[in-house]
Nanobody, 115 residues
């Protein structure tokens, strides 16, 4: 069993920054990738960014240049540094771990950006 625990969400003004963390625990091996998704009210969950086991990253066009994903393999933790936040970034952010082609999800953390 795998557990993902997110932290770091909150309320911030437009232009501000937040850093999310996601710590994975349990039986973890052969991870394909870890990443962050988000879901705004009335919208579908969308990929924000992902980092593969090989270190390759990809970003949604809407966040590229503003958000940065990183990881600490020793701690099984992935981070999301979010800069220049916009009201459109308001959503619940979910940590994702893909292992052996199965997706595990965190409980989500709310990010609210005020204008």
């Amino acid at each position: 069993q795998v557990q993902l625990v997110e932290s770091g969400g909150g309320l911030v003004q437009a232009g501000g920054s937040l850093r999310l963390s996601c710590a994975a625990s349990g039986t973890i091996s052969r991870v394909n990738a870890m990443g962050w998704y988000r879901q705004a009210p009335g919208k579908q969950r969308e990929l924000v960014t992902q980092i593969t086991s090989g270190g390759r990253t990809n970003y949604a066009d809407s966040v590229r240049g503003r958000f940065t994903i990183s990881r600490d393999n020793a701690k099984n933790t992935v981070y999301l540094q979010m800069n220049s936040l916009k009201p459109d970034d308001t959503a619940v952010y979910y940590c994702n771990l893909r292992m052996l082609d199965y997706d595990y999800w965190g409980q989500g953390t709310q990010v609210t950006v005020s204008s």
